[in-house]
């Protein structure tokens, strides 16, 4: 292989690299927001959960997760693990609503 | 083949008798703590109808003859030995201010288990043994201890064996307050949480004698007599406070602090329909 063809081998692939680069970072900058949203709004049901103290571990494990996710830049990922968290949240909400009554079916009596 | 989805379904058909054999009614809305102590009692002892009521404080070791058998081995050189003595020694150690753990107690401390947790009317709130012990020190001047372990349960084992063998005598004063407590424990009980969707009695009352993984579900009915334990799953002592947070994680709840009002109350609760029992703490468990 010529050295001019390897250069533009080369040159290819950087550019190739430079713009997945750039579509990521463009990407990246687009979620961050939509990271920030949801984040705030599972949260917000966590914080909920939390007033009827019924939280649940998963729900705090998948906001760490998303932390983690968003602090590495990897946002799309973030958003996903902070609607799972409000997903959690709001299911935690639900069975706590539920048992104020649900509870005596399995008194004994 | 055939006879393989009989069994089956056999299985499944059991199972479900199983977990709906709970007898279930609308509750009323005044507690009635007599009553519910003689219906918990009575649910056990028809459940389990060759055990004697005393044998229900020795948890899983009464439902399941092999694990009895290696208990009473076990209880030759018991795990919770080293605890005990500790508690023994701490229990006598004056503090800095040369008063001691005694000095905060009835009957200077011994003997006494079985009459706690009691509601304190002057605060309106339950107050349980662990909760005493650190009052007691930071009364006088020392820090409180970790609830969950350690030197917390050194303590209890040692308070818990100076009451072996007397009956769990929880009283329920004549005030709206202490009838409420009771009745926000009764409900924290069968209350359903976590992502797993467990109540304490999804476990200890429709499955005791069941396993749960490897281990061996424990009955309700006198369940807190033997606390606190030796647990092998723990590798070493835990307190009534470690045994309600961790029971929490197990099932995906984020626990409540040791000694939160839901706990002091459910404490409360469980204690009270095992009256009768007889304290068998310090005690071990797989």
Redesign the interface.
Known sequence: MSMIRKMRISTLSLASVLLIAGATSALTAGSEADFKAAYAAAEAANKEAGALRNQWTVTAAALADAKKAADSGDFDRAVASSKEAEALARASIFQATSEKEAWKALEIH | MRSAIHFASAALALAALAFTA??????TDTPDPVA?AK??QK?FTQKFPKLKLEDFVNGPYSMNEDLHRQWEEKEQFPPYEFSLDMGKEMFAKPFRNGKSYADCFPNQGIGIRQNYPYFDEKEGRVVTLELALNRCREANGEPPFSYVKDEMAALTAYMAFTSRGKPFEIKIPNDPRALEAYQNG??YF??????L?F?C??CH??SPGERIRAEVLAPALGLLNAMPIYRSEWSGMGTISRRFTTCN?QI???P?DPQAD?YRDLEYYLSYVSNGLPISGPGARP
């Open positions: 709970v007898p279930s009614a609308a509750a519910d219906a918990f649910f009764k409900r069968y209350t359903r949480r976590g992502q969707n109540s009695a999804t009352v429709q994680s995906r709840g984020v409540l839901e």
